[in-house]
């Protein structure tokens, strides 16, 4: 959908794909799908689910066993994020690093995307 060619909708960390491949192995599933929708202070929430099938519309990343699949909606939205598994004293959980993003707040569940107009330009220009 927004793909430019020989680069990867999404990077996924080691530390991600060891920890998402774990979760696939778990209970058989294909991968998990990653998302936004509307929802937080900001107004958009990142969301991840399992899979139990891929989508044919998905945009499929694979990496050292790990599979993320980004729904259709979502590509525009996640293109050139880096998707990382960070573990601390008090929590441990994927953290999206992501390019598109305006702003945040504070808790970091929720964000801001930039406009559309502007996403689509740079996804072009890329």
Do not use: W
């Amino acid at each position: 959908m927004f793909a430019i060619p020989g680069k990867q909708a999404v990077t996924i960390t080691p530390a991600a794909a060891a920890q998402i491949a774990k979760l696939m192995e778990k209970d058989g599933h294909k991968g998990l799908r990653i998302g936004v929708k509307k929802g937080g202070c900001a107004g958009m929430e990142y969301t991840m689910e399992y899979a139990a099938q891929v989508d044919p519309m998905d945009e499929v990343v694979e990496q050292n066993g790990a599979r993320v699949m980004i729904a259709p909606m979502a590509q525009m939205f996640l293109f050139g994020t880096e998707i990382d598994y960070e573990v601390s004293l008090l929590e441990s959980g994927f953290k999206f690093k992501n390019p598109n993003v305006e702003d945040a707040c504070g808790c970091g569940e929720s964000i801001k995307f930039k406009d559309v107009a502007e996403l689509t330009a740079e996804t072009k220009d890329g």
